[in-house]
């Protein structure tokens, strides 16, 4: 739930790029934010009263929340404890104190509504157990040597901190997620801290059961918000627990690498599944801040890094800025906690070192199932995210629980979304093209499942029914947005050639009873993508698709083009840059726009769509070319250079030519049309498996040809043969085969699994 992620994120939402030159110094900057601080926590308190005394609001967020303690007065205290711990003065110490002590009283408050609630029999939380419980227990543990608690504010404290780690038992949800590590969290803390609490062993004893889902084991979550909040807790626990030589587990390293490999030219995290444009970075950065320091990392050091210039303000294209400035200039209570807590996990020796990755895997398959287009590491940089992420077939009892025990009829398991096989996120120069959907805004979700269904995504969408004469598309393609967990996706392939480079990620549905294939090509040198959808029906029967593509305006249209504009993101956040996306469907399909809400803002659907009748085994396309473009510039030209050499469902070539270019790409739609009937091996032969493309004829998956200066250079996958005007430019050798029954007496020719003639 997108809840307060912890006791600073509701003042302080962060998001980010490179490192700046304003400095001041942190001790000086703290003092002035907590004097600041003080001097507001009256106002702060009555703001927090209205929430139960006045107007109830959003009543479906009240009702999935319930109470919520002032958790702010403990940001307060954290960095009060922080400069007594720093500074040794004894007035810090005295502040601290007050703040946790008077913290009880605030359950007066506590609303009427609430009170037949059975969480609450035995009694009301004074603070959040979900991250601030922590935060108030290490208040305590810094000033406790002051002198400056009775016996009676430290049984105070002690119960006051058993109260609110002891409602966790009403429900101590369980699973490798966020809100599970969150209680386990809480759980140690309060057993740690008060190991002479009657309850303590009760409380170190479930804190184990509910961690050990996720030690030394995968996060069950695909979702951009709760990733870090799940490695935070999980890095907290073991630091309680005194189990950090659990670092040493690959799986838990995994994680440290998987952020750093997502980082974004403008230094954020792209969203994919539960997930909001600058929310939560922060953690990113303390989570990279310990990972550098656990692992010698100098890449995890270099994200960290430009991580925090950003969210500080400090980097000169920050969108956290105040009035031009970085939040070093003004008293800001979250800014302020974010320096204390990231003491406790840097280690300012680390030399930062620039990431290694290029396009690929955001490291792997398995698990992250992300595919990440980088031109490079600037700022300027082209940059796309594909997620291919579906539920998966690991911790089913935990996904089987949280199915039963909570309303989430709209979410992959776990925080997912119907984003399988969707381009979350395209950048280049510094703008954004296109971009996710963001959260929800009511729970458990709005209408047609908004923004978690299908529909809300940069991808294809398919619906088993037929689609009447004049009737609209989103008529079909709306539903209620309940996830289709039948859906599984996998890799087939990804290969970067000297001038181009593809992924071609599959989705099987088998609830519908078709497969897509998603092929992405990006040309190196002028990053422009191609974006080929291959659908393949195993039921006869009628189907509705549509290609879908969603920003904020149309700036100009033609047949069957439109240059489109994202100027914001979330509703209020506005966008910078230079340039606009060119969005191209050089096939002959129904086109057609959309109004929509989506992002908590008025949004269009840009795509292209069709509705027939599929014998089984019969094969759909659609074809999109993504062209950054800089604002103003006339696409005529541009739209010109792309046109299609072949269209029909064995496969799409296009053609890519100018007075300087001459290029072209082919793409085999179905993989499974070289097998032969025959029990032989190789399964296929060229004559199996050729397909014409204009000049060329191949068998491969995929190829790039570029004619310079007359001479045909190729780059191809998963070939026996290339040949260009006739021209045998590739073929293997022949070899005997190993058969069926037992005899080597066939010869074939095995597929090479990439070439190019480039020297």
Not at 69 to 83: H, K, Q, T
């Amino acid at each position: 739930m997108k809840i307060l992620l912890s006791f600073f994120c509701a003042v302080l939402m962060l998001t980010g790029t490179a490192a700046g030159t304003e400095k001041t110094d942190e001790l000086t900057y703290l003092k002035t934010t907590l004097d600041y601080a003080l001097q507001k926590k009256g106002e702060m308190v009555q703001k927090w009263q209205k929430q139960y005394t006045g107007s109830r609001g959003n009543e479906n967020m009240m009702e999935l929340l319930a109470y919520r303690p002032p958790d702010f007065l403990v940001g307060i205290a954290a960095i009060s404890a922080y400069l007594y711990e720093k500074t040794g003065e004894r007035k810090f110490a005295e502040i601290t104190k007050k703040l946790l002590v008077s913290l009880e009283s605030y359950r007066k408050y506590f609303p009427a509504r609430f009170k037949h609630r059975v969480e609450y029999k035995e009694g009301v939380p004074v603070v959040n157990w979900f991250r601030t419980l922590p935060e108030f227990v290490d208040c305590y543990q810094r000033t406790k040597k002051s002198g400056v608690y009775s016996q009676a504010d430290i049984q105070k404290i002690a119960e006051s901190a058993a109260a609110s780690v002891n409602i966790i038992f009403a429900f101590p949800e369980w699973g490798a997620m966020n809100r599970a590590m969150l209680r386990a969290e809480s759980l140690i803390a309060a057993a740690v801290a008060f190991p002479q609490h009657k309850d303590a062993a009760k409380w170190r004893k479930m804190a184990e059961i509910l961690a050990s889902d996720s030690m030394e084991k995968w996060e069950i979550e695909d979702a951009q918000i709760y990733h870090p909040v799940w490695l935070h807790a999980y890095v907290d626990y073991l630091d309680r627990s005194g189990k950090t030589r659990l670092f040493q587990s690959p799986m838990l390293k995994f994680y440290f690498d998987y952020f750093v490999s997502l980082i974004t030219p403008d230094r954020t995290i792209p969203e994919f599944g539960d997930g909001a444009w600058k929310v939560n970075l922060y953690e990113y950065y303390l989570m990279l801040e310990r990972g550098a320091k656990e692992y010698r990392s100098g890449e995890m050091k270099w994200a960290a890094n430009e991580l925090f210039a950003n969210l500080s303000g400090l980097a000169q294209n920050s969108p956290y800025k105040i009035d031009g400035k970085s939040l070093y200039a003004q008293p800001n209570i979250g800014f302020a906690n974010l320096l204390a807590a990231r003491n406790r996990y840097m280690d300012a020796a680390i030399k930062a070192v620039q990431p290694h990755y290029a396009s690929g895997d955001a490291l792997e398959e398995v698990i992250s199932k992300k595919i990440v287009f980088r031109s490079g590491w600037g700022k300027n940089a082209a940059y796309l995210l594909l997620n291919y992420k579906d539920e998966g077939y690991y911790s089913i009892l935990q996904k089987d629980y949280l199915k039963r025990i909570l309303a989430v009829e709209e979410e992959k398991m776990h925080h997912g979304h119907s984003d399988e096989n969707s381009i979350c996120l395209l950048m280049k120069n510094g703008s954004i093209l296109l971009s996710d959907g963001n959260y929800r805004e009511i729970a458990p979700s709005g209408e047609y499942g908004a923004f978690r269904a299908d529909i809300f995504h940069n991808r294809v969408v398919v619906r088993n029914v037929k689609k009447s004469a004049g009737q609209h598309y989103f008529a079909i393609l709306r539903n209620s947005g309940a996830y289709n967990d039948q859906v599984r996706t996998s890799k087939i392939d990804f290969q970067s050639f000297r001038e181009m480079e593809f992924s071609r990620t599959r989705l099987e549905d088998s609830k519908r009873n078709y497969r897509w294939e998603r092929v992405i090509i990006r040309h190196k040198k002028d990053d422009y993508f191609i974006v080929a959808d291959a659908l393949k029906f195993f039921k006869s029967d009628y189907y509705t698709s549509a290609n879908l593509y969603h920003t904020r305006k149309i700036v100009t249209r033609g047949k069957n083009w439109f240059v489109t504009r994202m100027d914001q993101m979330s509703g209020s956040f506005p966008l910078g840059g230079s340039m606009d996306l060119l969005i191209i469907f050089p096939q002959q399909k129904f086109t057609g726009t959309e109004k929509e809400w989506r992002d908590k803002q008025d949004e269009i659907a840009v795509f292209q769509g069709t509705s027939q009748y599929y014998d089984a085994g019969k094969v759909e396309s659609f074809v999109t070319i993504l062209c950054p473009i800089k604002r103003g510039a006339d696409p005529t030209a541009l739209v010109k250079r792309f046109s299609l050499m072949r269209n029909d469902r064995k496969g799409v070539a296009v053609a890519v030519s100018d007075e300087h270019t001459n290029d072209l790409y082919g793409v085999k739609l179905d993989l499974d049309v070289d097998l032969l009937k025959e029990d032989i091996r190789p399964r296929y032969n060229y004559e199996s498996g050729k397909i014409k493309y204009g000049a060329v004829e191949t068998d491969a998956d995929i190829f790039f040809l570029s004619v310079k200066n007359g001479e045909p250079f190729y780059s191809a996958t998963n070939l026996v043969k290339f040949v260009y005007q006739n021209r045998v430019l590739f073929d293997t050798p022949e070899s005997q085969f190993f058969q069926v029954w037992g005899k080597s007496d066939r010869k074939g020719r095995a597929k090479w699994r990439r070439w190019d003639n480039y020297r």
